[in-house]
């Protein structure tokens, strides 16, 4: 019974303290006026009575039937009491409520954190016990080719003589490469690339379904029955190829494609005099890399046919390096060839003086093409001019000088001293018998300059002997530097070839001044009035200025060419690298532009690959784990999109 009233008590106490608190807002004399006094007493003393009494009462008082009573401080300490009891009560409901609350949200925390953000157990994923570790790197089992799995032995493929000449790199036979994506404006491209890929689909397949149909055809003598079975052929292969591929049976070009394809394999089949097409169902190119590693500079981390490439500390050239920097393998130095660098090759081979212009999004492996095209060019007999660090040249020279000849030219010493000595230590052998004729010299050097030049009889001195001269006199470097360059862009006696990276910096806002320039020191020298980019920007003759009208004169290059990349890692405003991009495309006749895409999806499965051979990352030691995990080799995919620079992140994280 007490149970029953005290449940009835907090209801009539819910009502009293709610009209005691409206009288104290009022503020009437100090009493609280209050209804159902009488009854509420009545039922705590014992005698409950009408559960509704006492709503039926405040009614009554509302409609002014009868009037509110007065209590006094004695009855008001007793309703305070109720009160605290009933308060007790609340909390201690609110607290098993927030208790509840707080065990479902650790529920669901636990829930979440299950989760890994795939369908699957995450494998790499690092567990409390190893990050509070104290293992280090080199408690690690030390990495061996044992390692490796079969299956990424059998993958990666090193081209047989280590690196290929570029007549064997043009002609190479590769993957395509990754279809344009739409989603970086590409649409237009990609649509084109769909129509082509489903037209090479439908081809293959109409040529599975005629085959065996068509060698019953070329038995037949009477060219009366050859036509009508070539009729009934084209009929009854467009039924079954549309039976079979519902969905893109019903493109609107799915009959054009099928009569295009069966018309082309029947051509062939009439010259060849059989139904076997040659090449048909040959097995798709597989990804090959090239090792540029070399015994005679084994402890070098770049070899010496890539000088003077070098690792840079803050993401540098590339980030091809950061590959040989992390492999376990210490004893191979790869680099996957692109279909990029098989088309620069072909361009190379093709063209006495050729210039190109590569560009691509960040980290698709624009430095590794560049790179691989050096390689291959310094084993063909080339001398290569390579600057591969074009942001560290246009604003770490030190100091820049005028000119004392060339009015308007400035020169930095530093730097070209630099470039002759690198010049002189790749292809020193190479520039033998080649000379600097009197005409070359009076164009960059004063009388009074010559005279100062060792071995210079005044009709001609040896490139070998100039590139000395320039290591012991920096001042005169810059001239040196220009002659040189000059001199091997006339001459056809060797090819030359200049390749220049992150050649979209030196179309930005300049970093050097002098006040031969502007008096006042603010606006920067033009990069094309620096001794050492007049050359490369003179011959590639783009521009990045909307306004101008006419292109400035190039120079050639006689025997050879010049390739200069972009680059995406480094301050460059976005409108001069697209304004440049515009600039090479407008000029498509003199110009071959080409765009180094993402990896393709066998690309990515064969760099999985030679990361798990060479040992690096995660790779190291999962002894094939990753590589024959569909699921995560595809997870790898989507994370990095594909993006060189991305992919190696991936597979450390």
Known sequence: MWRAGRLLLRSHQR???????????????????????????????????????????????????????EISATDMEFYSQLVDDDSDDEEDENALLTEEYKRKQVAIQQELDSRTGRVWKDPWEISEERWMSTATFDDLPKWTPEFVSRVSQERVQIHSDGIPTLSTLASMSLPEPASPNPGEGKTKDYATYRKNFHYKYIEAKVMELAEPKLEGILKLTDMNDKQDAVDVLFETVEEELRQKEEILGKHPHFSKWVERALETYLQNAKK????????????DPQPVFMDCFDDNDADAMVPSILSPLKPHPQDGTGRMVE??????????????????SSVIAQALENNESSKIFVHGRKGVGKTAVLASVVASAR??????????????????????????????MFDLQNLSQEACAQLLENHGEDLQGLEADNESMTKYFEESQLSKVTDYNGESIALVDLLNYAEEKKNHAPMCYSVVVDRLMSQDEKPFLMVMDEFNCFYDRGHYFHMAYDEDVREAIPYDKINLFEHAMSAMSLSADEDEIEPKEPMQIRRGGIIVGTTESHAVRRKVTSALVDSAQSRSGSIQVVEV???????????????EATGIGKLRLDRGDTVMDEQEVEYLKMVSGRVGQKLLDASFL
């Open 379 to 408: 084993k063909s007999g080339y001398i290569v001019m390579y600057l591969p660090d074009g942001d560290r040249l246009r604003k770490n020279g030190y100091f820049v000088t005028p000119n004392v000849l060339r009015k308007g």
């Open 15 to 69: 009502r009293v303290t709610g009209n005691i608190l409206a009288a104290q807002w009022n503020g009437v004399d100090q009493t609280f006026a209050c209804f159902g006094i009488r009854s509420f007493a009545r039922k705590v003393g014992g005698d409950l009575g009408d559960p509704d009494e006492e709503l039926r009462e405040m009614q009554e008082v509302e409609a002014g039937k009868i009037r509110a009573k």
């Open 272 to 283: 060849t005099g059989t139904a076997q097409i040659s090449g048909h169902g040959a097995a």
């Open 597 to 611: 895409p993402r990896f393709s999806e066998i690309e990515v499965e064969h760099i999985l690959a030679n990361f």
């Open 323 to 340: 590959d040989w920097e992390l492999s376990a393998h210490k004893k191979t130095k790869r680099i996957l060839i692109r279909e990029s």
